[in-house]
């Protein structure tokens, strides 16, 4: 069992989503715990009214509504009961078996789950500490659970159901219509209700590495007007194939609608899990120096952090979205900060890059400065038969000087080369120095 805690500030937005599951057939509300009446004798407004009146208790309380998921493994075929069971065991262990809290089972998933909707405002008054308490209670809780009820133990496996999915096989389901929608459902099952994704194109980051597509087509179309949603299978090359199917004709209705629902909630629970993806960039540019952006895409990728590149015809970048599939958490650049962004990324690469470039131009400069010198050191306007006529020098990319540049250049040079060569000194002058020396000393010691 895995077992995921959220808090949230609208009471009304958690139990609408669960309620709409209940109206589109993807889900049952199963229990509703301290509650005045049976399940089956309150309405949707009921439900909800006891809620807001006891967390109108403490108007402090911000993030006043607790949305907690229990995850079994896709080998377990549990009843209403024992789900019932098992819900109300868990929140006695975590500290919220006296509270209202509403359960419901989904059926939108591959694997069998059920949504708590709570408060954190006891019926006193008092704030529900939630401090670590995904670390410690639920932890604890979830152990415990595993061994009275007999479930599949979690421990070390939380990212398993991940790892297992694999991309669709293009080249067996693009012919036929059935296999399409069987494979891309299968895949829609797990992302749509584990990645935490805000827009479509962030989706669509996820979902284009298994080879899917969610596509509202061009803007004239009458799929973009009428707000629907088609999911398409891609080949190697990124291009659609295949038949493409409505949202509305999967059994989980994975339409505008329902991801509209899903952007608002994924903006506040991805939040927490951005600081890894930040931290992952950071030590990959800083670590090994002069980093490529295919070098980055890869370090990432040993991090469990997929890079999706927009770019267009002639390869200059102007979109990157980051894909955690650890957290499963998905962020376009920007939205970590300008210097993740498209633009700051390719600049720090390209810097590198460039510095890369550059450095082959320094021999070149010198060659062309030591072929005015020849072999004895001594300077000659005329090239030397060792020194390569001028259509013989190699193409240098630095940009041609101007002659007035050039003449500074070469007088430059001759002043410096003169200063530094001692072979050009007559040996008489080094002689006559050498004798007043001594002739000084004889005067100093007749003296």
Same mark, same amino acid.
């Given at each position: 069992m895995v077992a995921v805690i959220k808090t949230s500030a609208s009471i009304h937005r958690i139990v609408n989503y669960n309620e709409n599951k209940v109206k589109e057939g993807v889900a049952h509300c199963i229990a509703a715990v301290n509650y005045p009446r049976e399940i089956d004798e309150l309405s949707i407004s009921q439900k909800l009214n006891r809620l807001l009146n006891q967390v109108a208790l403490n108007e402090n309380v911000t993030r006043n509504s607790v949305h907690i998921s229990l995850n079994f493994d896709p080998s377990e075929k549990l009843s209403h009961e024992q789900l019932q069971e098992i819900a109300e065991t868990y929140m006695d262990k975590i500290g919220f078996g006296s509270q209202p809290y509403l359960v419901?089972?989904?059926?939108?998933?591959?694997? /069998?789950?059920?949504? %708590?909707?709570?408060?954190?405002?006891?019926?006193?008054?008092? @704030?529900?500490?939630?401090?670590?308490? $995904?670390?410690n209670q639920s932890e604890k809780a979830r152990k415990e659970i595993e061994k009275t009820f007999g479930l599949v133990q979690a421990s070390g496996n939380k990212q398993k159901p991940a790892n297992k999915l694999l991309p669709v096989n293009?080249?067996?389901? #693009?012919? $036929?219509? &059935?296999?399409?929608?069987?494979? %891309?459902? +299968? %895949?829609?099952?797990?992302?749509?209700?584990?990645?935490?994704?805000?827009?479509? /194109?962030?989706?669509?980051?996820?979902?284009?590495?298994?080879?899917?597509? *969610?596509? !509202? $087509? &061009?803007?004239?179309?009458?799929?973009?007007?009428?707000?629907?949603?088609?999911?398409?299978?891609?080949?190697?090359?990124?291009?659609?194939? $295949?038949?493409? %199917?409505?949202?509305?004709?999967?059994?989980?209705?994975? =339409?505008?609608?329902?991801?509209? =629902? @899903?952007?608002?909630?994924? #903006?506040?629970? !991805?939040? /927490?899990?951005?600081? !890894?993806? @930040?931290? *992952?960039?950071?030590? *990959?540019?800083? +670590? /090994?120096?002069?980093? =490529?952006?295919?070098?980055?895409?890869k370090a990432l990728a040993k991090e469990g952090i997929a890079v999706v590149l927009q770019q267009n015809a002639q390869g200059l970048l102007y979109g990157i979205t980051y894909v955690d599939h650890q957290t499963r958490c998905v962020c376009k650049g920007s939205a970590l900060g300008k210097t993740y962004s498209a633009r700051s990324i390719a600049e720090r690469c390209k810097q590198t890059i460039e510095q890369k470039d550059t450095s082959h131009f320094e021999p070149t400069i010198k060659s062309q400065s030591h072929s005015i010198v020849n072999k004895n050191n001594t300077l000659s306007d005329k090239p030397s038969k060792n020194t390569p006529q001028s259509s013989e020098l190699p193409q240098s990319p630095v940009p041609v000087q101007s002659t007035e540049q050039s003449m500074t250049h070469t007088v430059l040079t001759t002043l410096l080369q003169l200063e530094q060569t001692a072979e050009q000194v007559p040996q008489d002058l080094k002689k006559r120095g050498r004798k007043r020396k001594r002739r000084t000393n004889r005067n100093q010691h007749s003296s």
């Amino acid at each position: 069992m895995v077992a995921v805690i959220k808090t949230s500030a609208s009471i009304h937005r958690i139990v609408n989503y669960n309620e709409n599951k209940v109206k589109e057939g993807v889900a049952h509300c199963i229990a509703a715990v301290n509650y005045p009446r049976e399940i089956d004798e309150l309405s949707i407004s009921q439900k909800l009214n006891r809620l807001l009146n006891q967390v109108a208790l403490n108007e402090n309380v911000t993030r006043n509504s607790v949305h907690i998921s229990l995850n079994f493994d896709p080998s377990e075929k549990l009843s209403h009961e024992q789900l019932q069971e098992i819900a109300e065991t868990y929140m006695d262990k975590i500290g919220f078996g006296s509270q209202p809290y509403l359960v419901y089972e989904h059926l939108d998933a591959a694997h /069998p789950h059920i949504h %708590i909707v709570s408060i954190k405002v006891r019926s006193d008054g008092s @704030r529900i500490d939630m401090q670590n308490i $995904g670390r410690n209670q639920s932890e604890k809780a979830r152990k415990e659970i595993e061994k009275t009820f007999g479930l599949v133990q979690a421990s070390g496996n939380k990212q398993k159901p991940a790892n297992k999915l694999l991309p669709v096989n293009v080249q067996k389901v #693009q012919y $036929g219509k &059935s296999e399409t929608k069987k494979a %891309i459902s +299968t %895949i829609l099952d797990f992302v749509l209700n584990n990645y935490n994704y805000t827009s479509l /194109p962030e989706l669509n980051a996820v979902l284009k590495q298994y080879n899917i597509l *969610a596509d !509202r $087509g &061009s803007e004239e179309s009458r799929v973009y007007q009428t707000n629907g949603l088609v999911y398409r299978l891609l080949n190697e090359n990124g291009e659609k194939v $295949g038949v493409p %199917i409505k949202a509305s004709d999967f059994h989980n209705k994975p =339409t505008l609608a329902f991801l509209e =629902t @899903r952007f608002t909630i994924n #903006q506040t629970t !991805r939040k /927490p899990y951005q600081n !890894r993806i @930040r931290n *992952a960039i950071d030590l *990959a540019l800083r +670590t /090994p120096a002069n980093i =490529t952006l295919s070098e980055l895409v890869k370090a990432l990728a040993k991090e469990g952090i997929a890079v999706v590149l927009q770019q267009n015809a002639q390869g200059l970048l102007y979109g990157i979205t980051y894909v955690d599939h650890q957290t499963r958490c998905v962020c376009k650049g920007s939205a970590l900060g300008k210097t993740y962004s498209a633009r700051s990324i390719a600049e720090r690469c390209k810097q590198t890059i460039e510095q890369k470039d550059t450095s082959h131009f320094e021999p070149t400069i010198k060659s062309q400065s030591h072929s005015i010198v020849n072999k004895n050191n001594t300077l000659s306007d005329k090239p030397s038969k060792n020194t390569p006529q001028s259509s013989e020098l190699p193409q240098s990319p630095v940009p041609v000087q101007s002659t007035e540049q050039s003449m500074t250049h070469t007088v430059l040079t001759t002043l410096l080369q003169l200063e530094q060569t001692a072979e050009q000194v007559p040996q008489d002058l080094k002689k006559r120095g050498r004798k007043r020396k001594r002739r000084t000393n004889r005067n100093q010691h007749s003296s």
